[in-house]
């Protein structure tokens, strides 16, 4: 189980206890997470779940894949450094804390 709070591109910020094994993408959606919606469901093909992962977490997630790349080059607003799809992040209790910020 890990806290992840998610500060959100309205000025919002949501917090929610996640259980492990659980997506971020899929833990947003159930907190109501202004920002993301997961159109695809988590199959990678959307990029309606991405996020900015907060500098101080980056390396405990790691880099996108190759193919999650490639759906970042797309995303509306541009990506950043730390641009991830939540899809393709697991909660795990190494990222308990974790911080993320939506983009609009």
């Given at each position: 189980?890990?806290?992840?709070?998610?500060?959100?591109?309205?000025?919002?910020?949501?917090?929610?206890?996640?259980?492990?094994?659980?997506?971020?993408?899929?833990?947003?959606?159930?907190?109501?997470?202004?920002?993301?919606?997961g159109?695809?469901?988590?199959?990678?093909?959307?990029?309606?779940?991405?996020?900015?992962?907060?500098?101080?977490?980056?390396?405990?997630?790691?880099?996108?894949?190759?193919?999650?790349?490639?759906?970042?080059?797309?995303?509306?607003?541009?990506?950043?450094?730390?641009?991830?799809?939540?899809?393709?992040?697991?909660?795990?209790?190494?990222?308990?804390?974790?911080?993320?910020?939506?983009?609009a």
């Amino acid at each position: 189980m890990a806290n992840v709070t998610w500060k959100c591109f309205d000025g919002t910020t949501v917090s929610a206890e996640v259980p492990n094994g659980v997506s971020l993408m899929e833990a947003a959606v159930n907190a109501n997470v202004a920002g993301i919606y997961g159109d695809c469901g988590g199959a990678m093909s959307c990029a309606t779940c991405h996020v900015v992962v907060d500098e101080e977490w980056y390396a405990k997630v790691g880099a996108p894949s190759a193919m999650e790349e490639d759906l970042l080059e797309m995303v509306p607003g541009g990506r950043t450094p730390r641009s991830r799809l939540s899809c393709q992040i697991r909660v795990s209790d190494e990222l308990d804390g974790i911080v993320l910020e939506t983009v609009a």
